[in-house]
C-alpha cells in the first residue's frame, strides 16, 4: 500500500449542501493531485497543487475548489453539491509537479449526494 | 483537449492465456502512457508506464508497446492468472499536470 491516506471513507450529503475532502501525500512528495471516479468509468482530473500553489485544472466548475497546506497535505472542497458530483474521489501525490512522474493513489473517498 | 480512448470495455480470456488491451490517444505532444490496475474497491496502482521516446517495455508477464505514429499504446499480459483479474486503464500525459485516462477494461480471467 502507498503512503495516501484519505479522509473520510465514506460520505453521504444532501443537494445544495458543502463537503471538504482531505488527503495526506506520501513522505516527500511535494504534489497532489485530485481526481473524480464516477461508477464504471476512469478517473477524471479534478486539479494539482504543487507546493502549495494550483498547478492546472481540468473540466470542473468553480465550486469545485482545493487547498494544499506546507506539509503538502490538500483539502477538496465542493460547494453547492449536485446529485451528479456523487463519486469516489481519489487523491494522489507525486513529485515534481507534472503528471509524468508515479502517482501515489490513496484509497479514495466516496461521496454519495442525495 | 487529449482524448483517450480504451477497448475493449470487457476482456475475458482462459487463464493462462493472453490478454491485450489497446489504446489510443488524440494529442500528438503526449510523452508518458501509464497504466493502472485497480481491484474492486481498493485504488489504482501502476503497473507499468512507457516513455515516447521507447518504444516497447516489459515487466514480467507484463509488456506495453507505443506507436507513436498511429497514436497507439497497447497492454500485453501473458500467462494470465487469476489475481490479474481487476479493470485496467490506459492514460496518457502530455507532461504538464494531468493526467488523461480511458474508460477502462474489465478483465476477467477464467478457470
Known amino acids: 500500500e502507498t503512503g495516501v491516506t484519505q479522509s473520510p471513507t465514506h460520505l453521504i450529503k444532501t443537494r445544495g449542501q458543502q463537503v471538504t475532502l482531505r488527503c495526506s501525500s506520501q513522505?516527500?512528495?511535494?504534489?497532489v493531485s485530485w481526481y473524480q471516479q464516477a461508477l464504471g468509468q476512469g478517473p477524471q482530473f479534478i486539479f494539482q497543487y504543487y507546493r502549495e500553489e494550483e498547478n492546472g485544472r481540468g473540466n470542473f466548475p468553480p465550486r469545485f475548489s482545493g487547498l494544499q497546506f506546507p506539509n503538502y497535505s490538500s483539502e477538496l472542497n465542493v460547494n453547492a453539491l449536485e446529485l451528479d458530483d456523487s463519486a469516489l474521489y481519489l487523491c494522489a501525490s507525486s513529485l515534481g509537479g507534472t503528471a509524468n512522474y508515479e502517482q501515489y493513489f490513496g484509497p479514495g473517498t466516496r461521496l454519495t449526494v442525495t | 483537449g487529449e482524448n483517450v480512448e480504451q477497448h475493449p470495455s470487457t476482456l475475458s480470456v482462459q487463464e493462462g492465456d493472453s490478454a491485450v488491451i489497446k489504446c489510443t490517444y488524440s494529442d500528438s505532444a503526449s510523452n508518458y502512457f501509464p497504466w493502472y490496475k485497480q481491484e474492486l474497491g481498493k485504488r489504482p496502482q501502476l503497473i507499468i508506464d512507457?516513455?515516447?521516446?521507447?518504444g516497447e517495455k516489459k515487466d514480467q508477464r507484463i509488456a506495453v508497446t507505443l506507436n507513436k505514429t498511429a497514436k497507439h499504446f497497447s497492454l500485453h499480459i501473458t500467462e494470465t492468472q487469476p489475481e490479474d483479474s481487476a479493470v485496467y486503464f490506459c492514460?496518457?500525459?502530455?507532461?504538464?499536470?494531468?493526467?488523461?485516462f480511458g474508460k477502462g477494461t474489465r478483465l476477467h480471467i477464467l478457470p
Open positions: 492514460a496518457a500525459s502530455k507532461g504538464d499536470d494531468k493526467i488523461i
Open positions: 513522505s516527500g512528495h511535494n504534489t
Open positions: 512507457i516513455r515516447s521516446n521507447v
